[in-house]
């Protein structure tokens, strides 16, 4: 999982107009769009380019080494919701 997104996103959706391989969801036309707290990342699709880190205005999106200590649970919490979706 190169990328992932923490409990501090808003939404805000600037990360997904940047994603070059539509990594992040749910979209905003989805139904999950309203019931899910935050975006996340899927595991599989990320392509590593770091395009989403660069406009989040939360800075919410880490690369997986350098994800602060205490907000690596967000690892499996983006990996859960494709698994779930």
Same mark, same amino acid.
């Given at each position: ?7 501090? #996103?808003?939404?805000?959706?600037? &990360?997904?107009?940047? =994603? +070059?391989?539509?990594? /992040?969801?749910?979209?905003? %036309?989805? !139904? *999950? ?12 699709? #990320?392509?590593?380019?770091?395009? &989403?880190?660069?406009? =989040? +205005?939360?800075?919410? /999106?880490?690369?997986?080494? %350098?994800? !602060? *200590? ?16």
């Amino acid at each position: 999982m190169p990328h992932v997104i923490t409990d501090t #996103c808003t939404k805000d959706n600037q &990360c997904l107009d940047s =994603c +070059p391989s539509e990594a /992040i969801r749910p979209l905003k %036309d989805e !139904p *999950a769009w309203e019931t899910v707290p935050q975006l996340y990342i899927s595991p599989e699709d #990320c392509l590593d380019c770091g395009a &989403c880190i660069a406009v =989040c +205005p939360t800075n919410s /999106i880490f690369a997986v080494e %350098d994800l !602060p *200590a205490d907000k690596a649970s967000a690892v499996e919490t983006n990996a859960a919701y494709f698994i779930s979706a």
